[in-house]
């Protein structure tokens, strides 16, 4: 299994960025996708998850509407548009992947709940 993470950068506060995760090596329509990030000296934390329909979303409690994550089940991707971005989003972001098991409840927020994980990309925010 393979995701393979790309669109960080650097952007001024306020600005936007779109990531995007590429997966390969697993019935990516069967697996629930979650972004986290972990910033220099913290825990790693959720940021977004999408089930493996695309039905349904769910995000970390300081995206307040900022962060859209979407997927495209035909092209193995999931993709996290963030917007109004601040200086505290500053973070290597990571894309996960965790096999549904068919629920379309469940909505994996914890590091563990994930099987997968791709690569960090760097996203630094300038004030």
């Known amino acids: 299994v393979q995701l393979q993470v790309s669109g960080g950068g650097l952007v001024q506060a306020g600005g936007s960025l779109r990531l995007s995760c590429a997966a390969s090596?697993?019935?990516?329509?069967?697996?629930?996708m979650g972004w986290f990030r972990q910033a220099p000296g913290k825990e790693r934390e959720f940021v977004a998850g999408?089930?493996?329909?695309?039905?349904?979303?769910y995000y970390g409690d300081f995206v307040k509407g900022r962060f859209t994550t979407s997927r495209d089940n035909a092209k193995n991707t999931v993709a996290l548009q963030m917007n109004d971005l601040k200086s505290e989003d500053t973070a290597a972001y990571f894309c996960?992947?965790?096999?549904?098991?068919?629920?379309?409840?469940?909505?994996?927020?914890?590091?563990?709940?994930?099987?997968?994980w791709g690569q960090g990309t760097q996203v630094t925010v300038s004030s």
């Open positions: 090596g697993l019935a990516f329509s069967s697996y629930d």
């Open positions: 996960a992947a965790v096999h549904s098991g068919g629920s379309s409840y469940y909505t994996p927020r914890g590091r563990s709940d994930y099987e997968y």
């Open positions: 999408i089930k493996w329909s695309g039905g349904k979303t």
